[in-house]
């Protein structure tokens, strides 16, 4: 019975032991990726002068006349030398890569923001003051020049190749280490962050922490495949969640600030929404897919396209818009002044429209686009009634003139004033919010709510478009059966 026992915990031995040789021939062997590349990345180091906030006495004091007194010297040292400010210099790492031989590098606009120098240190220990060639703010990329010639430069992939749980590495410089190289897979492709919508993320789990941004995301064929950019974080540490900028949207990025020194972005102008699977429905679609047009701005290119408020842009140039998060990049790299060809769901049924691609105005220009225009010149005075919304769960009264002008609403739409219980208490619709629509038809005012609230088919969703401080958004609300 003891050799029986023994016999087969060796047999379980042996074969615990040969597990991990197997899954160790399994794994990629990094060494050659990184001989042949790492020469190209480079660590990025910035100096920043501040001038402190003045000291001294306070407003309306003058220093007194204590030139022979015992108290000068000590009134002086505590008073007036704190009103002679000295000027410090704050620093800042990250790392970038070379792309060129003749010296371009390529990095993220926040690893240089504000800088008052920017330091470039190459592989060999050679150091280089970098020339700030331009930055973009919308995609947190910057272009370096430095005085340098026959440099290792990289050699840039396709990310749209990429894979996920494809195997990735990056080489950079976290809290100052140089030429550290961490891997890891690809966690998901086409990623949107808050304030980055003209970025589709590659998310990996490569260890990436401060110093890291700028640096470059290969895959096994030695390419570069992507810039590491941010990471998830609530230490300020690595947790496993990292995205990188796909380079060809850097490539491209970079291209028009070295010939121009901006950047150009297609345009619809539009303001968009995901859909939900409530949406969907009350829009007579299938499933939940596409960008829901919550918003067309005045004389954009969609609005000359015919494109209305309630469309859902399921494809843009042939290509499937999954998410509404995928629209932004699509229409953003497509040349300006190109035709489009825009596939919508409206009213149920599917139709094709063609526009013409603009230019991304600045934040400055985007902030003067007011609400667009609707039906009517004046608006409607309709009497508050109480029992407007009871059927969806809410009270509803016309919109006071103060709400019209500081929300910037054209005529019609009922201001929610009281949420009475579900669907609309559940839905997410909130006191103060003014629906404009529904189901992708302007409301009039309180009588023509409650007409067409009591003419809505039971057991399905409809479709609300509510103006509230932080701009528009469609509301799913089911409606319930009739009593």
């Not at 060999?124 to 703010?137: P, S, Y």
């Amino acid at each position: 019975m003891l050799q029986t026992v023994y016999a087969r915990a060796l047999a379980l031995a042996i074969c615990l032991l040969a597990v991990p040789a197997t899954a160790v021939a399994e794994l990629p062997d990094f060494t050659d990726l990184v001989e042949e590349q790492y020469r190209s990345v480079v660590n990025i180091s910035t100096s920043r002068e501040i001038e402190p906030q003045r000291g001294g006495l306070p407003p309306g004091f003058d220093m007194p006349e204590l030139e022979d007194s015992p108290f000068g010297d000590l009134f002086r040292k505590f008073f007036g030398e704190r009103a002679q400010p000295r000027s410090r210099d704050t620093a800042s790492l990250g790392s970038g890569f070379i792309i060129s031989s003749d010296g371009y590098v390529l990095t993220n606009g926040h690893v240089v923001a504000e800088a008052d120098e920017i330091m470039v240190r190459l592989h060999d220990r050679r150091q280089f003051e970098a020339e700030l060639i331009g930055t973009d703010r919308r995609s947190d990329v910057a272009l370096l020049k430095i005085d340098a010639e026959g440099l290792p430069a990289v050699t840039v992939g396709d990310p749209d190749d990429l894979e996920v749980g494809e195997w990735v590495l990056a080489i950079g410089s976290p809290f100052g280490f140089d030429h550290s190289v961490t891997a890891g897979i690809v966690s998901a492709k086409g990623r949107s962050l808050p304030n980055d919508n003209y970025v589709p993320f590659i998310q990996t789990d490569v260890a990436i922490n401060p110093g890291n941004s700028g640096g470059p995301l290969f895959n096994l064929d030695g390419e570069v495949v992507g810039v590491n950019a941010q990471i998830f974080s609530r230490t300020g540490g690595f947790m496993g969640l990292s995205f990188a900028i796909p380079i060809d949207v850097a490539v491209d990025v970079a291209d028009q600030l070295r010939e121009t020194g901006k950047v150009a972005r297609g345009w619809l102008g539009v303001v968009i929404q995901e859909v939900t699977r409530d949406l969907a429905q009350s829009f007579g679609m299938e499933r939940a897919r596409g960008a829901l047009v919550a918003r067309v701005l005045p004389d954009s290119p969609a609005a000359k396209a015919g494109l209305r408020v309630g469309d859902v842009i399921v494809g843009f140039n042939g290509d499937e818009v999954p998410r509404s998060s995928a629209l932004p990049p699509m229409v953003g790299q497509t040349p300006i002044g190109s035709k489009a060809e825009l596939d919508i769901v409206r009213d149920g049924q599917r139709m094709t429209l063609r526009v013409t691609i603009g230019r991304l105005p600045g934040e400055s220009e985007l902030a003067g686009y007011g609400a667009p225009d609707t039906d009517g010149d004046e608006d409607p005075q309709s009497a508050p009634r109480e029992d407007a919304g009871e059927r969806l769960g809410m009270r509803v009264a016309p919109v006071s003139d103060a709400l019209r002008e500081q929300r910037d609403l054209g005529p019609g739409g009922v201001e929610v004033v009281e949420l009475l219980s579900t669907p609309a208490a559940g839905s997410g619709l909130r006191q103060g919010d003014v629906i404009v629509m529904m189901n992708s038809r302007p409301i009039e005012g309180v009588e023509d709510f409650a007409r067409r609230v009591a003419e809505l088919p039971g057991g399905r969703s409809v479709a609300l478009l509510v103006e509230r401080d932080s701009g528009p958004q469609f509301i799913a609300i089911e409606v319930p059966e009739a009593e």
